[in-house]
């Protein structure tokens, strides 16, 4: 079965700093990648995906994420965080045959003014 | 469109009592997923549709638990003799799929069960 790995539960970071959320994932096969982000009061949406090709993705609001198939990792990054930019967000894998995302359990972002 | 909704957004009822959610996915999406979530936890797997076919339910899910998608498009879980461990946000999302890959979830504002 796959499994979803979020090593940083909260990360306090000021406005300006730089953010990485760790994100590894158990499974052998091809997979697809996704980030999620869930704003305060607000529903879970999509991010960034990898399917195939650039390991490097870029997703909205200045998010990308590198995808390391050895590592099996898949690591978002900002270069400089904004206060908007607190949320949770939620690292998910999908095996390209089971159809299903298997998700992380969240990492609380809190940016400080 | 207006995205995925779920109704109601919120249930509080009696332990022991059944109660149903529905989902309207988004027209073009031929996947639809529902999905439970609780406090400190990302989104546990229930079960999920393609178009109307009911495709996987969890293994952890008891047979309390039903969905139904006709025609292929809303849904309904519905919870026969909640238990207080029910207690969760049910999350519906969908998505467009195929061909080994699936293009992203959009995920409705779910639906908070409270079992008393």
């Known amino acids: 079965a796959q499994s979803v790995s979020q090593h940083n539960h909260h990360v306090i970071l000021s406005e300006a700093a730089s953010l990485e959320l760790g994100c590894n994932y158990s499974?052998?096969?091809?997979?697809?990648l996704f980030w999620y982000v869930q704003y305060p009061g607000q529903h879970l949406q999509l991010l960034l995906k990898?399917?195939?090709?650039?390991?490097l993705v870029k997703g909205i609001k200045g998010f990308e994420a590198e995808f390391i198939k050895s590592k099996f990792s898949f690591n978002l990054r900002k270069p400089s965080v904004q206060w908007s930019d607190t949320a949770e967000y939620f690292c998910?894998?999908?095996?390209?045959?089971?159809?299903?995302?298997?998700f992380g359990d969240g990492t609380t972002l809190t940016v400080k003014p | 469109d207006t995205g995925v909704s779920q109704d109601p957004r919120h249930k509080i009822t009696k332990r022991g009592q059944n109660v149903t959610f529905r989902c309207d996915p988004i027209?073009?999406?031929?996947?639809l997923y529902w999905y439970r979530q609780t406090l400190g936890q990302g989104p546990e797997f229930l079960t999920y549709?393609?178009?109307?076919?009911?495709?996987?339910k969890s293994r952890l899910l008891s047979d309390r638990f039903s969905a139904e998608r006709p025609k292929g498009s809303f849904s309904t879980l519905e919870i026969q003799r909640t238990e207080q461990g029910d207690s969760a946000m049910y999350l519906c999302a969908s998505s467009l799929a195929g061909a080994g890959m699936d293009y992203g979830y959009t995920f409705g504002s779910g639906t908070r069960l409270t079992v008393v």
């Open positions: 027209s073009e999406h031929n996947r």
């Open positions: 990898y399917f195939s090709g650039d390991p």
């Open positions: 998910a894998v999908a095996n390209t045959n089971a159809g299903k995302s298997t």
């Open positions: 499974y052998g096969g091809t997979v697809n």
């Open positions: 549709f393609q178009n109307e076919a009911q495709l996987e």
